[in-house]
RNA sequence: CGCGGGGUGGAGCAGCCAGGUAGCUCGUCAGGCUCAUAACCUGAAGGUCCUCAGUUCAAAUCUGAGCCCCGUAACCA
C-alpha cells in the first residue's frame, strides 16, 4: 500500500493558502498513486498540543480544547472546499494518538533512551527552549529572534538523540532517508553538524504545561510537542495494533474515504512513501528527530519514509504574514474562483520545492488560456462537432494519414512525460506536457479542417478519424487530468460519455471511446474566469 | 557573521545535481481560420544565461573569486 501524509497542521489560526498547497499537493500524488492502481492510504490531520495553542487560546480567553476544537473545523473545511482525498485524519488529542505515544515513551525508557537530567542554563520564552552557546551570535549574545530569555533551572527529559546522529547522516548520504530537492539534503547534513552533540528536550515540567501528553512514567511532564505530533505519522497508521475507529475527517462524522473506516494494518503501510512538508519544518523536526527517533524505536535502515520539501508561495515577493495583512485566505478564494482553477493554479505555478509569488493575475491568466481556452474549448468544439455532423456517434472508420498519425504521436509522448515527470512530483511539469498536447491537437483541428470536412460527403470517413482522434484525445486529457482536477475530471468524462471508473494508468492507451460510440451534449467545462473590477 | 535561496529575451519562471542545438506561460508584431468558451492555429522580432578567471573538444550547467537581491523574529506550509 502507498502511504502518503502531509505535516499535520497547527489550528491555532485559520488555515492560509500555503496549507492548503500541501494538502493539494499530496492531493495531486495520492490520486496519481491511485492512478496507477496502487492502494493508496492519504493521512493528514492536525497537531492540537502545545505551548502556543495555551497561549492563543488565552489571548482569546477560551479554554484551550475549545479552540482546538474551533480551529480542527476550520481545517476540515478547507479539506472539503478543495476536495482533498484524504482516507485518514489525525488529531492529536484523540485517545489512540495519545495511547501510541506513551506506548512509544514506555518503550524507550525502557530502552534506555531517555534519561532525567538537571539543567541549568538561558531559556527562550518565546520559542520554549534552552539555548546553547550554538545559539549565541558573534558578540555571545542571544539574538531577538529568541524573545525573552531568562536563566533558568530545570530538571526534564532528555532524548538521547546524540546516539544516532552518526547513523542519521549515513542513511541521508545513502539516500535511505531520501530528502528532495537536492539542495535540501545538502542543507540536512549541515544542520546535523551543528546539533550532532546535543540531545533532546522531550519534556516540559507540568506546572508550565499541562496541554499536552503525559509522560507515562514521571506523571510531572508534559510530552514535548513536536515528540508528540511527529508520532501520529505512525499512531494513526495502525502503529502497535492502535487499529480502532479514527478522528472523524469531515463533519458528518465520518471519514473521508468509506474504504478505510477503521486503521488500515500497519505492516502494510509502512514505511510512508512520503512525508509532504514545508522547508520551515524540515530542520529540525522532520529530519533529524523524526528519523532519529523511528531509528530508537527499532525501525530498520529500509523502513525509513522519504520527504519531499516544498517551498513557500510568497506574495508580492514578501513572505506571508499576519502582520503584513497580505494572507490569503484559500475558502474565500475557492469560494470567488471555484475549486478547480484554486488547485490548478497551486499545481501549476511552482516548481516543488522552490518558493513561488501567489499572483492572482496569474491565476486568472493560466486557467483560463490553459484550461478553458485550451481542454475546455477542445472539448467544446469537438463535442460540438461531432453532434453536429455525426448526430454524436462515432462510427468505425478505416481513414488514417500522417495528421492523425501525429496525434497519437503526441498522446505517447505525453504519457511517457507525464508518469517521468509525476514520479519526480513535478506537477508544473506534467501539467505543461499536458497542455503541449492540448495545443498539439488543436493544432491537428486546424490543419485537417473538419468543419470543411463535414461539407463533402465523400469525406466523410475522413471527417470520422479526425473527429474521433479529438474526441479520444479529450478522453485522455481527462483521464490524465484527473489527480489534478477530479471534478473538472469527471465533468468531462460525463460530457464524453466514457466510464473512468476501472481505468488505470498503466493499461491507458489510445482507443477508449470505441466505434459507435456516442457522446453527450457540450457544456462548458471550465467557464472563463471574469476577473473582478 | 554563519546557514540557505536567487540573479536566464519586455514580465514571471523552468533548465543547473548526472556539461553537448537556451525551454515554458504571458506580452509584442504580422498573418490564417471560423467548428468552438470573442475561443483556435501559423510565422516573426527579442537573450553578453550577473561579472571575471579556470577546467574541458564543449560551460546557463562543473571549479574559484567578486558584485547584487531575498530568507534566516513572531503569526507560519
Redesign the pocket.
Known sequence: MTFLTT?I?????SP????A??KVLTDVLARYHRLKGEEVYFLTGVDQHGQ?MV??AEKEGVNVATLAQKNTKKFLKLLQALDISNDGWAETTHDLHKSCVAQILTDLHQKGQLYKKQYKGFYSI??EQFLTDQER??DGNF?????EVEEREEENWYFKLSDHTAWLREIIETDKFGIT???RK??VL??IARAESTDLCISRPKERLSWGIELPFDKDFTTYVWFDALINYISFAGYQGSVGVPPASDQAGQTNNPEHPTIPDFTQLWPARFHV?????MVPAHAIYWPCMLHAIGFSDDQMPNLPV?????VR????????GN?IDPITMVDTVGQDAVRYYLSR???TG????F?PE?LY??FN??????????????L??TK?SLGSELPAYEFDDAECQLVRDEHAKLLAAYSERMEQQDL??TL?AL??F??AV??F???T????LKKDEAKRDQLVAVLHHMCEACAQASILLTPFLPAAAAKMQAQLNLDSSNLKLPDLQWGLLKPGHTTNK?K?????LEKPD
Open positions: 505535516a497542521d497547527y489550528p491555532n489560526g492560509h493558502i500555503g496549507h498547497y500541501e502556543k497561549q492563543t518565546r520559542q551570535d558573534q539574538g531577538p529572534e529568541w524573545g530537492p537536492a539542495f545538502a542543507e549541515n544542520a512538508i514545508g522547508k520551515d519544518i516544498h517551498g513557500w508561495w510568497n515577493g514578501e513572505k506571508m504574514s499576519k502582520s503584513l494572507i505555478d511552482i516548481a522552490k518558493d513561488s509569488d499572483d496569474r491568466l493560466l488560456t490553459e484550461m478553458a481556452n485550451g481542454l475546455g474549448n477542445l472539448l467544446n468544439r469537438s460540438n462537432m453536429g508544473r511539469g505543461e497542455v503541449t492540448i495545443t488543436n493544432t483541428a486546424e490543419r479542417q473538419p468543419w470543411q457540450p462548458p467545462v471550465f467557464p472563463r
